[in-house]
């Protein structure tokens, strides 16, 4: 699908609520590897649900960008991302900008 394309279709079903925006999203496209993590588990940055579990199983993604982390890998892999990753996902690092 293009980006084109599912604009149009978000724009066909005329959602009020961005979270449910987030998750048709989602649906029609995949979870992105913009990612957040907690306590082993990891969650899609576009509409938080769980994709992964590395603390009672194994999660190997190695696209994977975490949100927040300021490493050399988040930023190489989130170079390699498309449109479909980051469609409605916020900067994973905007909120390292200003900070020491």
Wanted: aromatic share 10%.
């Amino acid at each position: 699908m293009k980006k084109k394309e599912l604009i149009e279709k978000l724009k066909a079903l005329d959602l009020k609520d961005e979270k449910i925006v987030k998750k048709v999203t989602c649906s029609l496209i995949g979870h992105s590897n913009i990612q957040t993590t907690y306590f082993g588990y990891h969650y899609c940055g576009r509409c938080n649900d769980q994709v992964g579990d590395s603390l009672g199983s194994i999660y190997s993604n190695d696209k994977q960008v975490i949100i927040g982390h300021n490493c050399k890998t988040c930023y190489s892999n989130y170079k390699k991302l498309t449109w479909k990753d980051k469609f409605k996902v916020q900067n994973p690092f905007k909120q390292l900008i200003g900070e020491d």
